[in-house]
């Protein structure tokens, strides 16, 4: 889908989801209606710019992985025990705090992926770019982001082609029965190794190009001549609209009832 | 075997996440001074080089290579960076790498993006580039001393990154430090290894195929021998402190398991032990540790000094 920001001021876009983020990131563990909330006017706003839910909640599942690192505490915490036992030799214990911290860290995770999600919806990586630096991003920080963006899929095509032809000469380094083919695990470091250098190089050498027809155009090294878009005028009130909505939730974390 | 490291909002307190935006706020924006007058001026434009070796390190980060069946070890290339760029404008492109991957991919979140940075852009890069540095200027300053130093910083940025992200979970209360912490630890002590490999390995590639572009790189320089000791000891120090983490944190499964089944006493201790249990006999608890640490610290600089003789008698003969 097309983002409904590129050339525009994005500034409003890229507040209101920090501070949605750092909303929900505030509310207290246990605080599952609130965070229902949340999802709700996640999914509303993700619903009026024609993205469907589902596909939403499906985008959000990136964070699941990381749960792993909150499993220890639901078996380690000693309070609100809901269950302790013995499984074989091992003693086991489910702690009802850990499982509410964990499962509250597991929602959060999955709500804020979804807002940046519809963040990407609402405006294009060159405009979020743009929009940092009118909130005083370095123009160092700026110039040289918004250059990966700008040839980050030329040389993760590059990567992939030389991932195959990789491929293609040492076939797969641990075969179908196990058998290895491809030496030692040194070895094939060592090939990795010479890829990410050979890449190194053509990376260079396409910068040393960059740079020649920049220079010779009468380029400084900075990107921010003449791209600002015009200033959003309506800023102020959407900021004010945001910290409402960050209010509405923050509340909604303090007064309704957590289980 | 990804190295889970980019933490997603929701895992780390307001407060600890508010902390590391500021300190990596402004470590970023000491790196931005520093790069407008840096001394590594490979071509004229540094945000050109900077802007395309940050999508290079994307890309790089696509590279694996498989260790056993369903784990391979891959690329973060915090270190490569430190030494392709210069450790602060490696810093800063590290850091653009990983807000783009928050921002474009929703590889970690936003309100952790400060903690993230800092995780693997300054701890990585930073930290790792100043122990490179040292660790080559210790190693004798040769260009092989200094790839092998980078290789070293490789591991040491992997494990101290699982560290300290471990450590921050810790202190939000979303994990327990003293489960989490060997566990971490242990995994990216393995998968630090393929860091160091393919870091090496690309730095080796790079120095026998362009030597011309890193002659401005971390130029080799020469110090005093009482200079390269005092890096040496405060890397040492770093490594020991890291070491002596693993071994309170878990003290050591094998022995745990047979004591419980009681058949500890029926096997035989080592012909010799310098250091039984880390301890020295004669003082008690912590203090014999420290000690312990100590020891073992100055048996790494003997053996750094040691590697930077012949690595010196090599480059003379």
Redesign the interface.
Known sequence: MQPRSVGRDARAAVIT??AF??A???LPPGSYLALLLAWLLLTFAGALLGISPGHLAR?GL??L??V???V??VF??NDELLWAGNIGPLTLQISGAGLR??L??????????QA??L??VLAS?PS?VTALRRMRL????A??????????E???D???R??RARTARSAS??GVG?ERIGGT??W??????????????R??S???R??EA??SRG?T???SVGTMPDADPRLTIKVIGVLALVLVLTLAGALLPRL | MYPQLHIPDGFLSPQISLLLWVATAVLIGIAVRKTSRTDVQLIASQPILMGVLGAFIFAAQMFNFPVATGTSGHLLGGVLAGYLLGPWAGTIVMATVIGIQALLFQDGGLLVLGANIFNMGVIGTLGGSFVARGASTALGGSRSASIIGAGAAAWLAVVAAAGFTTLQLGLSGTTNVSIGLPAMLGVHALIGIGEALITVAALTFIAQTAPDILVGVSAPRKASPVRRLAIGVVIAGGVATLASLFASADPDGLEAVAEQLGFLDAGLSAPFELFPDYTIPGLDGTASTVVAGLLGMIVVIGVLMALGRLARSRTKS
């Open positions: 989801t920090l983020v750092t929900v990131a505030l985008r990136v964070a992985p990381f792993v690192a909150a220890p505490i380690l915490r911290i964990a509250t860290a597991l929602l959060k995770a999955w709500i804020s992926v940046s999600v963040l990407l990586p979020i370095p123009d160092v920080i110039t040289s982001a918004g250059l990966t963006i700008r040839y980050l030329l040389l993760r590059e990567a992939r030389m991932l380094p641990v196990r695990i040194a094939r470091a060592r090939t990795t190794g010479n890829l990410v250098g050979s890449l190194f190089l990376a260079y396409r910068a040393q960059i740079e920049a220079a380029a090294g900075s990107l």
